[in-house]
C-alpha cells in the first residue's frame, strides 16, 4: 500500500503510559489483560473462540496462516539488465554549475580518429598533426598533445586493447567494440584529464581483462576499465565489463553515470566500481556482480551520490582479516569512506557472504528520495575470536537522517544482522521503511528522533527500535514488533528515555521494554496479553475504533504498547479481539479503519501522559551497538 500518511507534530516534551484497572500481574508493570474479567470463551493464547467460522477462522480477522510474520520473506532481489523506459536527466545550462563540465554536450570535438580492430591488428585512420599512434598487432597505443579529439573504436579482438597519453580532455565513442587483453586492461587511459564516454546508441560493447598484468614500471593500471582522470559515461548504448585480475571500471579521481547507459560489471577478484574521489550515478541502468573476498560493488575514498537510474549490486565474497589495521571487513555494495546521499532513482543490493553489508559509510548517510532495496544472508565473519564483522543492511559510522524515499530490508542471517544502523545519531522525517532483522531493526548509537513517515520494523530475536540514547516520537506510523522474548518493540538506553509527542505507535515485543518518561505530551495505553497470529485487536472509545491492527506473529504474554493523537488523558478504552475490520491494511495496521464487528471485550485500559515510573525491567540493555 503505496498510500502514505504524513502525521507530523510540533516538538514538544513527550509522552505515554498506561494503565488498567487494579490488578496483580507479573508483567514488569503492564497490566495482564488475562487478568481482566469479561474473557468468557478466551483460548489459552489470549484469543476469544465467540464468533469463529470453521476451522476456528475468524471473519475478518485472519491474514494468513503464517505464525513467523515476516511479510518480508518473500522479498527477494535480482539483476537485471533491461533499460529503463523512463529515464530522464536535467543538463546543467549555467556555466557556474559544478557539474556543468561534465556534460559532453558543452565541449567541442573537431578531430576524430576511428580505430577498428579485427582479432589480431587493429587498423587506425589518418592522425591529425599533435597525435601519434603506435600499433602492435591488435594493441594500439596514442599520444595527443591537441585538444578536442573524438575516439572512435569498434570490431573486436582477444588480444587487442587501447591505451592513450593525453594532455587534454578527450570523448571516446565506443561503437560496437569487444576487447579482452590477456595481459592488462584493454582500456588504459594514462591522463589526469576528463575522459568523455559514449556509448553508441544501440550498439553492444564488451571488455575483459587477463589473469595477470604487464604494467610498465611507474605506471597504474588497476582494473579492466581504467583512467587517471574523470570518466562520464552516457550514450544508449550497453557495456559489459568482466574483471578477472583487479576492478572493474576505476578512476583515480571520479565517474559519472548518466541517464541511457546500460553497464554490466562483474569482477572476480576487485571492486566492480572504484574511485579515489566519488561516484554519481545521474541515471541509466548500472547492474554489478562481485564474488571476490571482502570486495565491494562500488567503493570510493570519498562519497557515493545516487539521483537517478537502476543500480543493482550482488556482492558473494566473505570477509577477511586486514593486518595493516589489525581489523577485520566484509564485502558490501557500496562502500564510501565520505558519505552516501540517495535523491533519486532505484537501488538494489544482495550480499550473500560473511559480515557482509549493503551500504555501508564512515560518514553520514542521508536519504531524500528514491527506492532503496538491501537484503543480507551471511553470518558473521569472525577473526581469532576477538574480531569480527557482522551483516548489515545500511550502517554509517556517523548519522543516518532520511527525509523521504523508501526502503525496504532484510537481514536475517543470525546474531549481529541489522537493518538499519547509525553509529551516531538517527534522525527519520519522512518516507517508507519496512525492516525485517534476525537482530535489532533500527539501531541508533545516539539518540533517535522519528517526525514522520511510515515504519514497519519486525526483529526475530532483538529489538524492533533500538536507542542507546534517548528515543523521541514526533510523528508518523510505527508498526515495531520485538522478539517474543526478552527483547521488545521500542527501546531506549538504560538511563535515557523514550519520549512521544506525536505519531501513531503499535509496538509489540517481549519484557524487557521502555515506558515513555513522564514528561511525554501524547498519550498512551499499554497492557501484556496472549495473543495468536491472525486476531485482529481494536481499541475502541464505546463509539468507534481508534486504532486497529491485526497481529502477525505469536505473543506469549507479549506487551503491548499503542499510542495516538486520538487517545485522551484518563479516559478509559476496551481492548477487542477478533475484529471484523476494513479499510486499507499496512503490514496489519489499519489506516482508516471500517469496524464491522468489534468482537470480544477483552478488558478496558487507560490512557496518560506518564508510565508510571519506568519499572518494566532493564529497557535498553539489548541490543547495543
Known amino acids: 500500500m503505496k498510500k502514505r500518511i504524513s502525521i507530523l507534530v510540533t516538538m514538544a516534551a513527550m509522552a505515554l503510559v498506561a494503565t488498567c484497572c487494579s490488578v496483580d500481574n507479573d508483567n514488569n508493570g503492564y497490566p495482564s489483560l488475562s487478568d481482566f474479567p469479561n474473557n468468557g470463551g478466551q483460548m489459552s493464547g489470549g484469543m476469544s473462540t465467540e464468533g469463529m467460522g470453521p476451522g476456528g477462522m475468524m471473519p475478518g480477522g485472519m491474514v494468513g496462516s503464517d505464525t513467523n510474520g515476516n511479510d518480508l520473506q518473500d522479498f527477494d532481489i535480482s539483476l537485471n539488465t533491461a533499460p529503463l523506459t523512463s529515464d530522464t536527466e536535467t543538463i546543467p545550462t549555467d556555466e557556474n554549475d559544478e557539474s556543468f563540465e561534465d556534460y559532453v554536450e558543452h565541449s567541442a570535438f573537431s578531430e576524430t580518429v576511428s580505430i577498428e580492430y579485427s582479432e589480431d591488428k587493429a587498423t587506425i585512420s589518418t592522425l591529425p598533426e599533435g597525435i601519434e599512434a603506435t600499433i602492435d598487432g591488435a594493441g594500439v597505443i596514442i599520444n595527443s598533445t591537441i585538444k578536442g579529439v573524438s575516439y572512435e573504436l569498434k570490431g573486436s579482438s582477444s588480444n587487442g586493447y587501447f591505451k592513450i597519453y593525453s594532455e587534454k580532455k578527450f570523448h571516446l565513442t565506443m561503437n560496437g567494440v569487444s576487447l579482452t587483453n590477456p595481459t592488462g586492461a584493454p582500456i588504459n587511459i594514462q591522463s589526469g584529464k576528463r575522459a568523455f564516454v559514449t556509448l553508441a546508441d544501440g550498439t553492444i560493447n564488451s571488455l575483459m581483462d587477463g589473469s595477470s598484468y604487464n604494467t610498465p614500471d611507474g605506471e597504474d593500471e588497476k582494473g579492466t576499465f581504467f583512467s587517471e582522470g574523470q570518466l562520464i559515461f552516457n550514450g544508449k548504448g550497453s557495456l559489459e565489463v568482466k574483471s578477472n585480475k583487479k576492478h572493474g571500471i576505476v578512476s583515480d579521481d571520479y565517474i559519472r553515470f548518466r541517464a541511457g547507459t546500460n553497464i554490466f560489471v562483474t569482477a572476480s577478484k576487485g571492486h ?131 527525509n523521504g524515499g523508501t526502503l525496504k530490508i532484510k537481514t536475517m542471517g543470525g546474531e549481529g544482522s541489522e537493518g538499519l544502523e547509525a553509529k551516531g545519531v538517527m534522525n527519520i522525517n519522512g518516507g517508507e521503511i519496512e525492516i525485517a532483522s534476525y537482530d535489532d531493526c533500527i539501531n541508533s548509537a545516539g539518540d533517535m528522533t522519528i517526525s514522520g513517515g511510515y515504519i514497519y520494523a519486525f526483529a526475530t530475536n532483538n529489538d524492533a527500535i533500538d536507542s542507546n540514547g534517548n528515543l523521541f516520537i514526533k510523528g508518523g506510523v510505527i508498526v515495531a514488533l520485538g522478539s517474543s522474548g526478552a527483547e521488545c518493540a521500542i527501546d531506549a538506553a538504560e538511563g535515557k528515555n523514550l519520549y512521544i509527542s506525536g505519531g501513531t505507535v503499535i509496538g509489540i515485543g517481549g519484557s524487557n521494554a521502555s515506558y515513555p518518561a513522564s514528561s511525554s505530551s501524547q498519550m498512551s495505553v499499554a497492557f501484556s496479553t496472549s495473543i495468536q497470529a491472525g486476531n485482529t485487536l481494536t481499541l475502541s472509545d464505546g463509539t468507534k475504533g481508534i486504532v486497529s491492527f491485526t497481529i502477525n506473529r505469536n505473543y506469549q504474554n507479549g506487551l503491548y504498547l499503542i499510542s495516538s493523537p486520538d487517545l485522551k488523558n484518563n479516559t478509559s478504552y476496551t481492548i477487542y479481539s477478533g475484529s471484523t475490520v476494513g479499510g486499507d491494511n499496512w503490514h496489519g495496521f489499519y489506516t482508516a479503519p471500517t469496524v464491522n464487528d468489534l468482537g470480544n471485550s477483552l478488558g478496558t485500559v487507560t490512557a496518560q501522559a506518564t508510565a508510571g515510573g519506568n519499572n518494566m525491567g532493564p529497557g535498553g540493555m539489548g541490543g547495543r551497538p
Open 272 to 402: 566492480g566500481i572504484k574511485t579515489n574521489d566519488y561516484v554519481v550515478i545521474g541515471g541509466g541502468v548500472l547492474n554489478i556482480e562481485v564474488s571476490g573476498t571482502a570486495k565491494k560493488g562500488i567503493s570510493t575514498d570519498g562519497y557515493v551520490l545516487i539521483t537517478g537510474g537502476r543500480t543493482t549490486i550482488f556482492t558473494s565474497g566473505e570477509g577477511e582479516y586486514d593486518e595493516d589495521e589489525n581489523d577485520v571487513s566484509g564485502a558490501a555494495g557500496i562502500k564510501a569512506d565520505a558519505y552516501f546521499q540517495m535523491d533519486g532513482g532505484q537501488l538494489n543490493i544482495k550480499s550473500t557472504g560473511a559480515g557482509g553489508k549493503g551500504i555501508n559509510t564512515d560518514g553520514e548517510i542521508i536519504i531524500n528520495d528514491g527506492d532503496i532495496q538491501v537484503i543480507t544472508t551471511g553470518k558473521t565473519f569472525t577473526y581469532n575470536s576477538d574480531l569480527d564483522s557482522k551483516a548489515k543492511g545500511i550502517k554509517s559510522d556517523t548519522d543516518v537522517t532520511i
